[in-house]
C-alpha cells in the first residue's frame, strides 16, 4: 500500500510540474519565446521533457 501511496504522490507531483512549466512557457511574450528558440505551439513538448526527460 505504501508503493501504491508513493506512485500516486509522484504522478501528482510531475503532473502539477508540468502543468506549470507548460503555463510558463505558453506565457512567454512571443519575441523572448522567439529569442529563445522556444516556439508557443511547442510548450507542451517542452514542459513533458523538462518533467519526464
Known sequence: M????KT??????????Y???RA???RLPLDI???????PGDA???ARKAVWG
Open 19 to 21: 502543468q506549470t512549466t
Open 33 to 39: 519565446a522567439l529569442d529563445l528558440g522556444i516556439f
Open 44 to 46: 507542451d513538448k517542452i
Open 8 to 17: 500516486l504522490t509522484t504522478t501528482a507531483r510531475n503532473w502539477v510540474r
Open 2 to 5: 505504501t508503493t501504491l501511496f
Open 24 to 26: 510558463e512557457i505558453a
